[in-house]
């Protein structure tokens, strides 16, 4: 018998049976944001919930067992998990970060070098043209997102975690696209793994949290020190909802492939779409990649309707099943429109240049029945195919 359990195992049983007092099952949920002394001089293993809480390490030592880190902060947002990742970079330092990154990482990332934080430069990291380009500059910290949002681009680890290795440089994975389940990043080489956990690994659309997984007891050090001296640690409550939500993760994760599977191959052969975004195609460039590296295809797929924006309306106005939603990785199915919703606060210019366009569809398949998730998006596919037949530009535009 191998002494490793398995991430569906570890996801169901992390930190059960802890409780001392009454022997609960599962873990309790300790609010209070301050601890006894013993007595005078006696500080005991909690003294402040800033600092460490009960609750929160047990989602936390869930987090870091699954990734296979040495220890998880956990933040109160993705985006708090990523401005403590950018504590680790000094004023003139490079940091690469891919230039399709989720929206709110190019609002951190390009805020904070404009106020010279650091030095930053964004990427296509499929390109190894621009990779080479930029690897030459000798960069303090590389952001990964694989797959990439909302064009899930899929970034070899392996390959450039070895590139790095000569180097200072970090490698930092946003993981939140796959989760544990499907993804290891340390597997290939990262030192750092991030999640927005208001994704898949909460998965009921009702937490917004973080957190970052360090390979090595330095680098935790690290992000515990800054998560305590900023005040950006995960509350209590939230962890413990968290980490409910952790329970079920294999079984979801499941059913979301098995989802989004479906709809590309109903996707790719509707005349409304132009092109299927979703690593499981064979003709995928990131295919083979994807195979190596990741457990499975994940829930996440996009859609490029031939007839732009008309078009992109219609199909959104269509759906029944799928909310109209920022956000990712729950139960339910959500639609978005990078273009104008979780993209909105990037420049045209740059959503160009990252490949957005917007006939852009972003899915978010949830674990909903597969057929009525199929009826229902080529209904709404069929719909954009008639509103774009009726408006004369964007029938101009199918041509
Ligand atoms: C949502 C998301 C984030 C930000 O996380 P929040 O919890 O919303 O702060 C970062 N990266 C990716 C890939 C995301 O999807």
Redesign the pocket.
Known sequence: MSNEPSAQTLTVRAGLESDEQYGAVVPPLHLSSTFTYEGYGKPRKYDYTRTANPTRDALAEALAELEGGVGATVTS??????TLVCQLVDPGDLVIAPND??G??FRLLTGFARRGLFRLELIDQTDAAELDRVLAQNPRLVWV?TPT?PLLRIVDLRKLSRRLLDSDALLAV?N??LSPVLQRPIEFGADLV??????YLNGHSDV???AVVATTAELHEQMQYWANAIGLTGAPFDSFLTLRGLRTLHARMRLHEENAAALADLAVGHAAVRRVYYPGLHDHPGHTVAKRQQRGFGGMLSLELAGREPAARAFLEALKYFSLA????GVESLASHPWSM?HGVVDEDSKRTAGLCPGLIRLSAGIEATADLVADVEHALDCALDAVAVAPDGFSALA
């Open positions: 947002t993705g985006m708090a998990a990523i990154c989720y709110g990482t997102e949002n946003d939140t696209f991030v999640h927005s956990t208001t994704k917004v949290g973080g920022e956000s990712l990785g979780t």
